[in-house]
């Protein structure tokens, strides 16, 4: 699974604590009450409808609330659970495996030959900046990243990606505004091939997903990168701000383009992060990084448990 491709070390208290951080509005007002409801020692039908409406307020998604509450009065009818502190513990267990979407085919996000990552994803959602971390994070991991700044509607995308690359030392390849985002891609497979490079990262345009000639536009990219005998992913950007909004964009794009993996940005500005779950069980693709902060390195691979641990986490754990 794509979660598995990159290594996490198991006691990186640094990324737990940014993590933490991130997620305190969530936690503070949603997940931390649900705590706090679970430690009453007798389950009853009035626990119940609390929880469903803390799920429900924290953007979990009506839908996935539903579903994950009628598994746990399932297994607590069957007698799995009996305090609301078991109850705690099997429900964050659940959405752990929520968050465990199956990657397709069980592949690699990314192969040893040239491989080419299609970043996706409205205007705002902080695409240029995440292409930013995410090529730093590639190089630490042993990756050699070009950008290619294939968002060619917007002079400033173009001048942004720009001087990210000058600011983190990573080669990219750019081009006037209003040139053929086609072409911009075509030179940049071109350029990391002559150059023995493994990886690059596109920005495209931040599409409206109701636009039905951009995203046309964003399918005749994808179609130039598979003809070029390389390696072809597509990454969709989603702000954790815009709540289940975000969900309604990413299925035309995952139309568009295809869609290998959710990278997740802001997630420290919402208290309603509990978007996560849905995105993962209406997209049934994983998230596999969060941006947890504005620094480079504010960015890490996705979690799942730590994630959830750290929206039950004790507000006396992050300091």
Known sequence: MFQRFFRREQNDEAQDKKLEASVKKTRSSFFGRIAVLLHRTEITDELWDELEDLLISADVGVGTTEDLLETMRARFRRGEFR????????????????????AKDDQPLLEDNLTVVLMIGVNGVGKTTTIAKLGNYLRSQGRQVMLAAGDTFRAAGVEQLEIWADRIQLPCVGSQTGA????????????????????VLVDTAGRLHTKTNLMEELRKVRRIVDRQSVSSRSLLVLDATTGQNAIIQARSFAEAAGLDGIVVTKLDGTAKGGVVFSIVRELGAPVLFIGTGEAIDDFSPFDPEAFVAALFAEEGDES
């Open 180 to 199: 053929d985002p086609g072409s911009v891609v075509y030179d940049a497979v071109a350029a990391a091939k002559a150059r023995g490079l493994d990886t």
């Open 83 to 102: 305090t609301g502190d078991e109850l705690e513990s099997a429900l964050q267990a659940e959405l752990v495996d929520l968050l465990r979407a199956p």
